[in-house]
């Protein structure tokens, strides 16, 4: 049982001056495995005074300086290597292979933060002017519950490269994890203030910071809706704004793909993250004239996929996050089936032996018209929707027409024609035939996915502003 009391401001584990308690529960079991105290606006604004007058000092220092910083960070993280995976697939329920995966990528972005630094120029000339890009200021950060270490590093690694400092308020499901991060940036010895975290609500601590006139850039990562609320208080104080909202991304299965291929490459984008995941590709385009293969061949497929326990190392897909998260993937299940699509895999309810816990049955549905709720809609759960076309620009038709436009995925045995296809997605990104991590390409959404990108130069660029010296 662990009860987390302090936030870390200025340096050092401070006591919360806020006194609400949230429990924290297991989402396999739904039993009590600690409790968090939730800060206030008095912690939030202790936290960016610290960060404020921290910022004073750090923003003069040089690229080298910070790079050493970075390595410490980087080095320090994973030291716990261990102890992040346990706390992810404890209180997350993440499978301990998606948690072993996001605790190596959480490292490379600190790594390729420092190596995008060392590689940047900070000014340059421009006819008779001298141009500098110069940290913005004290940046916060806002961060979700379903995968807390990697948004953590990597926007407080592109933030420390760029010369800001940083505020960030957690997902308060998150705080066991974060307790674990907190206690790796103590002990990589940083400066003081360079790192602050209040642990709190979105409508307390996140409110606070969109508003506070001392932070001057938000990056957020989370829901659409709650990014356009957060745009609009920051917009008072002229805030700059990085948000990586939602997605609803589509999967074009072209007419020559290798199904021996392309199957696991869908199941695996698709559930990804236990369809937790903005990035999941949910939305499967098939070619009408091979429908009922690939969906036998999906349905065939499934039932290999064991949805169990998070700390055993064949679990592919483990619990919801919470009882509230169950039971909107049920509400959508339910959805698509009053709207009239049909269920050829999973469906509602628990599967058998996990009722304890927050377990949904990895669900697919055919006949699927893109204008279904269960296609429009981001569901954030293991739901895949089957969507039949009979043109390649058919495809990329149906593709495009979502409000969302983070993420794209193509199957092809053609990579000029999956090229091709993937130059007209109308995303921030898009995999052919496997999914890569890329640390060092800009990430993020277009439309109501997001603003602004992340990652590498790209993430730090977020952070500097503009000085023309003539």
Not at 221 to 238: H, N, P, R
Not at 436 to 464: C, D, K
Request: proline share 4%; net charge negative; aromatic share 6%.
């Amino acid at each position: 049982m662990k009860h987390i009391t302090q936030h870390y401001i200025n340096g050092t584990f401070t006591d919360s001056i806020g006194q609400e308690k949230f429990e924290l529960l297991s989402p396999s079991t739904n039993e009590v495995i600690g409790s968090v105290v939730l800060g206030n606006e008095e912690d939030t604004r202790r936290a960016i005074a610290a960060a404020k007058q921290a910022f004073q000092s750090y923003s003069q220092s040089t690229k080298e300086e910070r790079a050493a910083y970075l390595q410490r960070f980087h080095d320090a993280i994973m030291a716990r290597q261990d102890d992040h995976v346990e706390a992810f697939v404890t209180e997350y329920g993440g499978p301990i292979q998606m948690a072993q995966f996001l605790v190596k990528a959480s490292a490379d972005a600190i790594l390729s933060a420092k190596e995008s630094l060392l590689n940047m120029a900070f000014t340059e000339k421009v006819g008779e002017a001298e141009v500098s890009r110069n940290p913005i200021g004290v940046a916060a950060h806002i961060t979700p519950w379903n995968a807390n270490i990697i948004y953590f590093c990597n926007k407080t690694a592109t933030a420390l490269a760029a010369g800001c400092t940083v505020v960030t308020k957690p997902s308060e499901m998150s705080a066991i994890q974060t307790q674990v991060i907190m206690e790796c940036v103590h002990a990589a010895g940083l400066p003081a203030g360079l790192i602050n975290m209040v642990n709190g609500r979105g409508d307390v601590v996140g409110v606070e910071l969109s508003q506070n006139p001392d932070i001057a850039k938000i990056s957020f990562t989370g829901s659409t809706a709650v990014g356009k609320s957060i745009a609009a208080l920051s917009a008072q104080t002229m805030k700059r704004v990085t948000l990586e909202l939602g997605g609803k991304s589509a999967h074009i299965v072209l007419d020559d793909a290798d199904l021996n291929k392309a199957v696991p490459f869908i199941l695996a984008t698709g559930f990804l993250n236990s369809g937790q995941a903005c990035i999941a590709g949910t939305r499967i385009l098939v070619p009408a004239s091979r429908q009922n293969e690939i969906t036998t061949a999906l349905k065939q497929a499934i039932d290999q996929i064991k949805v169990g326990m998070p700390h055993e190392n064949d679990t592919a897909i483990g619990p919801m996050i919470s009882q509230k998260q169950y039971q909107r993937v049920q509400d959508y299940i339910q959805k698509g089936i009053d709207e009239g699509a049909k269920v050829i895999a999973g469906g509602a309810g628990h599967p058998d032996g996990l009722e304890a816990g927050n377990f949904v049955k990895p669900t697919i549905f055919v006949d699927v018209t893109n204008q279904m709720t269960i296609a429009r809609e981001e569901i954030f759960g293991p739901v895949l929707c089957v969507i039949p076309y009979k043109t390649d620009d058919e495809a990329i038709a149906i593709a495009n027409d979502s409000p969302y436009g983070l993420a794209g995925y193509v199957s092809s045995e053609n990579r000029q024609r999956a090229k091709h296809i993937a130059d007209q997605l109308d995303t921030g990104m898009v995999s052919i035939n496997t999914f890569v991590h890329t640390p060092f390409a800009p990430f993020g959404g277009t439309r109501q996915s997001g603003l602004g990108r992340e990652n590498g130069m790209y993430g730090i660029g977020a952070y500097l502003e503009y000085k023309t010296i003539a």
